[in-house]
Nanobody, 124 residues
Framework: QLQACGGGLVQPGRSLRLSCTAS????????MGWFRQAQGKEREFVAA????????EYADSVKGRFTISRDNAKSTMYLQMNSLRPEDTAVYYC???????????????????WGQGTLVTVSS
């Protein structure tokens, strides 16, 4: 199971950190990722990270502003979001996959396990 938290209301330009805590075997979350869905839009890829933490991938829209990380000892993945913009407003979901190649990191169908979403609202 995956459980995301950390969402909330934040002003533009400020920061927020999301967390996704996992339970169960490490093997099913070899790759973990964040996706988001804004109201009225399709769910989209945000970032992904491999088990060793050394390989990450980001959507162009968040590169340089968001940082994905994971602490395997705590079974937790993070998304540090800086310089937030109103267009970052969305429900953020964490996901996990036991096996996905890097070229498919951004593909939703590559992830078998999903957590509930946490709402991030960026507004003044």
């Amino acid at each position: 199971q995956l459980q995301a938290c950390g969402g909330g209301l934040v002003q533009p330009g400020r920061s927020l950190r999301l967390s996704c805590t996992a339970s169960g075997r490490t093997s099913y979350r070899f790759v973990m990722g964040w996706f988001r869905q804004a109201q009225g839009k399709e769910r989209e890829f945000v970032a992904a990270i491999m088990l060793n933490g050394g390989t990450t991938e980001y959507a162009d829209s968040v590169k340089g502003r968001f940082t994905i990380s994971r602490d395997n000892a705590k079974s937790t993945m993070y998304l540090q979001m800086n310089s937030l913009r109103p267009e970052d407003t969305a429900v953020y979901y964490c996901a996990a996959s036991p096996s996905v190649i890097r070229s498919n990191f951004a593909s939703q169908i590559a992830y078998a396990y999903w957590g509930q979403g946490t709402l991030v609202t960026v507004s003044s």
